[in-house]
């Protein structure tokens, strides 16, 4: 039964050293707000996962949070590089990144065997290229019935999945809208799972196309704007500046290492680094 | 089939009001131009979407656009930044899953056109969007697969788009991380692969297409003004060049000045 | 590209004698008037798929469409048996009926793998019953990463889905809300789909929890009602009162074949079908 | 544990303006009470159903009702008379679709309490519900499978309701459709399913529970009024009974007033 907590609660309780966790999102209702949490009690050791690491799991990295990342495509969408993910990796700045990667549908296929309660799933797919070289999670499997072949991905089960989404109800269930990613998957495929949400509602907007109920989410924060630079669909517009602005910030280890400090590390919750960027924004434009 | 302008637009005479077309535009409109109309395509970020939207706003108005984020029949009014832009939710026909576009869509062979780019492509349209230099111990750690391996084997066709230089076009892979015509001679299809993999290379130097037999890349075509010896030094591999090289038709007044429009919307986003 | 048609032209171009056909719909939505223009339109050796045949099927299989059925659950919903289903399979009539059951989540893991593409579905199922005996499309399939027996069941591929919608938009996208069951993924299963529904608009509403594109349908037709006795969330309600009353039209062939006469063959079409049926139910009122 | 009135159920003084509860109604009351508040129930329809629904308006107010129409968290007003009927939809806290009701939820292992019906069954609770008689000439053709053997192999336990005849509690099966505890002495568990099995058998006579080594059904208590050899006599197989046979509380009054209260409004819609 989801409790509605503080995120800082949530993520004490159901966050260890050590964990296998995926903040999942897809662009849209990317939850920064858990991630910045995570850092700001300083957990370790982490293997984080996400198909799409972006700004958040490059800032996640930089910040030493991760040991090792299962991920299908890492990038700053539109923009360019993760440096903090790129210098993790190539540098092993500020520690050693193990990488485990595959392409989005076995990343997808994964998810859904671990949320059907299989073993491994199945696809076409990896055939020809030199990803199933560099994983375990990968092999042939045969058709029983065409004696074709296959591909075979073990299931992706998670310690804790933390997804963002637009709303909780009295009854603790989540709703959300939009773009819906992995994220009923990544819940239902997790030990235990945070959601931080836009607001608290009596009852779920008709429009949510993905229903968690309440029974499958252990914690539940309520976390306006937690999203931030993703998106909220129906609360939010995704700051695409914010994304490019995030090429420079994180280019050089210093700057990054001081954007980190003040914006994360030194500030209570992530409201305080909302109100922050707000202001830095105006005195930019004041400039 | 080269690239040439399509039927109905007039011409090749830009409008002197228009600046002169980068090579950029001249390989995002030929791009464009291979998407025929009522086609379903698969979109990557960036210049494939760039050249799909222009597509769709000018001789393909019915052309069905998927991104991988799971808007199907997406209709975005500028080009968005991320392949999960609420314009892309908004507009679409629907909004699906991440695990069913995959599953249901693009494995069950329902996209007709893939439409990737790449940090390195090889003689046989293999590519390689994972690293540069050795997989342990990269020089450059680029994003990775995402949505492309699958988007190479399934899609009915792909159409790639990119840059021709000899970072670029290279004579062996760092790393294979989506399959384009294997080994050539008819290596993919042994693969047992549904879709017929790369039917076209567009750069911004001319247009490149698998030999039927081999499977070799053949440059068949040059952008106006782009000299055939120029590609071929920007190629890693010996580049085969067709007896009759085509010179695709430059971008119409109105190709461009809707590309432009479109560009601009994009920036300001 | 769905074309919008007459429900007449639709089944006498798509669905021809012999062919894989699936009438889908769980409880909600189920596309009565395509199966009563099938029957009136004289289809034979159909192989008719559905994971829960009830009142519709029991009418096909009676008017001597089917040659084959394959499902995994034949009732009469809270009422009791499918007479004409029983016949067929007791006593041979009209004529034999082959059968190929399954369970529902078997079926469902069927379509599944069809509509993605694939030779085969996975799922925990069938050890211990005697319900694999019976098919060839069940077999044990291993994981190849743990080692651990489960089952593989064979796509379900269709020749033609016919399902029933709410609505059509202008564009030809066809959208449906409430109980969704199997329904999309019986059209992506099949190689050409007909949809009935209640009413073309000019926009989609937004409750719609299941849209299909117009390019994965072959036509479309406006049959308001067409899918009573079931019923269409937002425009009716479940006609209980005839799914009893079928107990005793179907319970003796003459009964059952002078209903069928009356109400599918010698009728012009579904809507004549709905007129008869509201005359009777007053003149029962007024006796 | 056997089947007794929950706490702060006013004992078993039964209502002289209600009539004597009818041996239906007592194991409907049975079944209902082997619910848990806060339970996660997939239900099949007819009786399973109404228990179901008596919990939740009882003693399980916060029992999640889930129907294989894909309707999870359902608050029915009155007893559905199909698993899809509308008033599941509107009162359900999430709809989705049939193949992921299956996959992600009973498959998973997310439900607690299965409940299911039989036609015949043995006295390792392995049910049939497919055929009587041969299965290519049959005698009597039952519906088949549906969702129950999924259910008996996923869900945490299996309830299984019906009423005790000789027909039904038969000493070999015709037909297994969905397996209890196989041939018991541990050889469900050989069998790697997920679920513990039916962990009891609730009839208009008694209470049935597998014994714990050899899993044989054992008749371990008898509704008010019943003689035990009733019980044995309408047993195919010669029906185990427990050395210390209980007797199940009779109906409370506020059980059985909400049972009458859904009955009616079910045989109302």
Redesign the interface.
């Given at each position: 039964?989801a409790e509605l907590v503080s995120l800082r609660e949530a993520v004490a309780e159901l966050v260890r050293d050590g964990d296998v966790v995926a903040l999942e999102g897809?662009?849209?209702l990317i939850p920064y707000a858990a991630g910045h949490e995570i850092v700001r009690q300083h957990r370790r050791d982490l293997t984080l996962v996400r198909?799409?690491p972006d700004v958040l799991y490059d800032q996640m990295i930089g910040a030493g949070t991760a040991r090792r990342l299962v991920?299908?495509?890492?990038?700053n969408?539109?923009?360019g590089?993760?440096h903090r993910?790129?210098d993790a990796?190539?540098h092993g700045w500020p520690g050693p990144l193990e990488l485990e990667?595959?392409?989005?549908?076995g990343m997808?296929?994964r998810?859904?065997a671990a949320?059907?309660?299989?073993?491994?799933?199945?696809?076409?797919?990896?055939?020809?290229?030199?990803?199933s070289a560099?994983t375990?999670?990968v092999?042939?499997?045969r058709?029983?019935?065409?004696g074709?072949?296959?591909t075979?991905v073990?299931a992706l089960r998670l310690d804790v999945a933390v997804v963002h989404a637009q709303q909780v109800d009295r009854?603790g269930?989540v709703g959300l809208w939009?773009?819906?990613?992995?994220q009923?998957?990544a819940v239902?495929a997790a030990r235990s799972s945070i959601v931080t949400v836009e607001e608290r509602v009596d009852a779920l907007d008709?429009?949510c196309?993905?229903?968690?109920?309440?029974?499958?989410v252990s914690a539940v924060a309520v976390e306006p704007g937690g999203a931030h630079p993703s998106?909220a669909?129906g609360y939010s517009?995704?700051d695409?500046a914010f994304?490019t602005a995030w090429d420079t910030i994180s280019r050089d280890r210093t700057s990054f290492s001081g954007w980190l400090r003040r914006h994360v590390l030194d500030t209570g919750g992530f409201a305080e680094h909302l109100r922050l960027l707000a202001e830095e924004t105006h005195r930019a434009g004041a400039a | 089939m080269t690239a040439t302008a399509p039927a109905g637009v007039p011409g090749s005479i830009v409008d002197p009001a228009l600046p002169v077309p980068t090579a950029d535009e001249v390989m995002t409109v030929a791009a464009a131009r291979e998407l025929r109309d009522g086609a379903v395509c698969f979109v990557g970020?960036?210049l494939p979407s760039l050249a799909a939207n222009l597509a769709r706003r000018t001789h393909a108005p019915r052309l069905v656009l998927i991104y991988?984020?799971?808007?199907i029949g997406a209709k975005p009014d500028r080009p968005?930044?991320?392949?999960?832009?609420?314009e892309?939710?908004e507009t679409a026909d629907a909004?699906v899953?991440?695990?069913e576009i995959?599953?249901y869509w693009?494995?069950a062979g329902r996209i007709d056109v893939g439409f990737l780019s790449a940090a390195q492509i090889d003689r046989f349209g293999n590519i390689n969007t994972?690293v540069i230099g050795d997989?342990g111990t990269?020089?450059?750690?680029l994003?990775?697969?995402?949505?492309?391996?699958?988007i190479a084997?399934?899609a009915g066709e792909v159409v790639v788009v990119l840059r021709q230089t000899r970072r670029a076009f290279v004579d062996r892979l760092d790393?294979?991380?989506?399959?384009g015509h294997?080994r050539g001679q008819g290596s993919?299809a042994a693969?047992?692969?549904?879709g017929r993999g790369p039917t076209v290379v567009i750069t911004d130097l001319g247009v490149l297409r698998p030999d039927p037999d081999s499977q070799e890349l053949v440059l068949c075509a040059v952008h106006p003004g782009v000299d055939p010896a120029e590609a071929v030094a920007r190629t890693g591999w010996p580049l085969a060049v067709a007896p009759r090289l085509g010179v695709t038709s430059p971008p119409a007044v109105a190709e461009l000045a809707v590309l432009r429009a479109l560009s601009t919307r994009g920036a300001a986003?």
């Open positions: 039964m897809f662009t849209h198909m799409t991920f299908s495509w890492g990038g969408p539109g923009v590089s993760l993910f790129r990796v190539e990667e595959h392409s989005h549908a997808a296929t998810y859904v949320a059907s309660g299989l073993p491994f799933g199945v696809l076409r797919g990896y055939a020809g290229t030199d990803l560099h375990a999670n092999a042939p499997v058709c029983p019935f065409t074709e072949q296959l075979a073990a009854a269930n939009g773009i819906s990613g992995v009923k998957e239902l008709p429009r196309r993905v229903v968690l109920p309440s029974w499958v998106y669909h517009s995704r695409n994304y | 970020i960036g991988e984020s799971g808007t968005p930044l991320s392949i999960g832009d609420g892309l939710a909004v899953s991440v695990p995959f599953a693009l494995q994972t997989y990269p020089r450059v750690r994003p990775g697969a995402g949505g492309a391996p699958e084997s399934s790393f294979v991380t989506s399959v294997l993919r693969l047992g692969l549904t986003a």
